[in-house]
């Protein structure tokens, strides 16, 4: 059973940590499922827990800064990445932002998955950082939820989907951004996005210039997955076990509610939902039952964000036949967005 956060908690919970127990938390992004990022047996039960590929490595999360060099070699980053660093550091962190830096030797190989490369994440959850703070000083968390499917913005989620797995989960109320947190590598010259998440990329580009964006890699080329610049860019990621259509405004609105008894519609906005009834409602035959919800009545892609991974799995519990979803605007948080409806579209 989730617990409340409480002075008491966040103890008891450091302690799991500091034994190589596994804690799932709250972060302002999604909950997490932390362990001591420096003993590969807490690694190891993290990986498991979640039936997660090993080949796909996890974020480190520190709780300041001067935990930084514990963990990635800075020495090894050129005088621009090391510039690029500390603007970001300053300005997004702590913040929904992941970093890729060169790897610490003390950090486990089965936390990078071989990699020589780490990714570090503060987040500005305080109950987060004190958990973290109290514990070891680097926690391993990737989202609490098993691989592939829907990220938990809630302690119910998590307490749903790996239940006994978990030695405890911290229950903070829903998660604030909703979305994981944006993954910027720093190691490769131009900066790249790797994951698009709760920092919007205009905001990485007003401090450090112009990023590159990540190609999303299939799911088949997973056999040789060895090259992949990111493991979670698999495209098949993020999916409800409804099977999800992602629609741009036009193909939504022309979806017939005839055709489409049992399924439920997912508009990004109150504007577009109005827009489809109004729509729709002039054909004959509308006595079916579709569900429909709204991400942001007035069309916020913070507030969509936020509401993403809830309103798919209070959706997915329906059992619907299908889901057909709305894609955001692509300002703002609206790439995350879309992004992880694709994502979850194409392991339909
Ligand atoms: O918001 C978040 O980032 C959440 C909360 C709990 O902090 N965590 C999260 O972790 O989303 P996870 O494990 O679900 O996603 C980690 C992402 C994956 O896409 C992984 O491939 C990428 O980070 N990643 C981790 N280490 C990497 C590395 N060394 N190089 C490139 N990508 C890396
Ligand atoms: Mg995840």
């Keep these: 059973m989730p617990i409340k956060i409480s002075d008491e908690s966040i103890r008891q919970a450091a302690k799991v940590i500091s034994q190589g127990g596994l804690v799932a938390f709250p972060t302002e992004t999604v909950y997490g499922l932390g362990g001591d990022a420096f003993n590969p047996d807490a690694l190891a039960k993290i990986f498991e827990a979640k039936g ?13 800064l001067e935990t930084l060099e514990k963990v990635a070699d800075l020495s090894m980053l050129d005088t621009a990445a090391r510039k690029k660093l500390s603007l970001l550091a300053e300005d997004l962190w702590p913040g929904p932002l992941t970093l890729v830096l060169p790897k610490q030797k003390a950090v486990p190989d089965l936390a990078t998955s071989g990699m020589n490369t780490v990714a570090v994440r503060l987040p500005a959850h305080e109950t987060a ?36 797995k978990v030695d405890l989960i911290l229950d903070g109320g829903p998660s604030q951004v909703g979305v994981e947190s944006t993954v910027l590598d720093l190691c490769n010259g131009q900066p790249a996005i ?81 827009k489809w009834l109004s729509v ?57 967005i879309n992004d992880r409806l694709q994502r979850a579209a194409s392991a339909a």
Aim: aromatic share 4%.
């Design 129 to 164: 950082r004190r958990l973290i703070a109290l514990s070891t000083g680097a926690v391993a968390a990737p989202s609490a939820n098993p691989f592939g499917y829907l990220s938990p913005t809630r302690a119910e989620h998590v307490e749903e989907m790996l239940g006994e």
């Design 52 to 64: 997660r590929p090993r080949f796909d490595p996890l974020i480190v999360h520190i709780a300041d």
């Design 280 to 336: 729709q409602s002039l054909e004959k035959g509308f006595a079916v039952a579709v569900t429909i919800a709204v991400l942001s009545e007035t069309g916020d892609t913070l507030e969509a964000a936020a509401r993403l991974f809830q309103t798919l799995h209070e959706l997915d519990r329906l059992s619907p036949k299908r889901i057909h979803a709305q894609l955001a605007p692509e300002h703002g948080l609206g790439m995350a």
């Design 194 to 274: 790797l994951r698009p998440g709760g920092t919007p990329k205009d905001a990485i580009e007003a401090l450090i210039g112009p990023v590159a964006t990540g190609p999303a890699v299939n799911a088949d080329d997973l056999a040789e997955s060895s090259g992949l610049p990111s493991p979670g860019l698999i495209k098949s990621h993020y999916a409800p076990r409804t099977p999800l259509l992602a629609h741009d405004d036009e193909s939504i609105c022309a979806l017939s509610p005839s055709k489409e008894d049992g399924a439920a519609f997912l508009f990004f906005d109150g504007a577009s939902r109005n």
